[in-house]
């Protein structure tokens, strides 16, 4: 994948992530592992109206970072594990594909002139 798509898929992840209460609830989902949560239990550990918590968990949802299970009637909420591990492989990429920055002197410093053999036959 370009490393631009990748760039806008993370910028796009990390704005979903840029909530405290979204954070709050992807903790408490990785905490709740394996079975997760219903929202009740979520409603009542993250104490906000239930359409606000209807609209954090669709925005987790829309970005990957939370899956649902449906069993009986109950929706049951858990963590995406495989997506937060590619958003913190790649954000951990990032910082290692940084090159070193030269120092100044060597920044600004004229590089030498090649050598030029001429061959005289």
């Known amino acids: 994948m370009a490393i631009q798509v ?3 898929e993370a910028a796009t992840t990390a704005a979903v992530l840029g909530n405290s209460a979204r954070l709050q609830i992807l903790q408490l989902l990785f905490n709740s592992r394996p079975l997760g949560l219903v929202v009740g ?8 109206p239930g359409s606000t918590l209807s609209h ?7 970005a990957g970072l939370v899956a649902i299970r449906r069993h009986g009637t109950f929706i049951w909420y858990l963590p995406n594990e495989e997506r937060v591990r590619q958003l913190a492989g790649f954000l951990v990429e ?5 090159p070193e920055p030269e120092p100044l002197e060597a920044a ?6 090649p050598e030029v053999e001429i061959e005289c036959d």
């Open 56 to 62: 954090h968990l669709e925005r987790l949802r829309a």
């Open 108 to 113: 600004l410093a004229v590089p030498p002139k």
């Open 41 to 48: 239990d979520i409603q009542k550990a993250v104490n906000v």
């Open 6 to 8: 990748r760039l806008r």
């Open 94 to 98: 990032l910082a290692g594909v940084r």
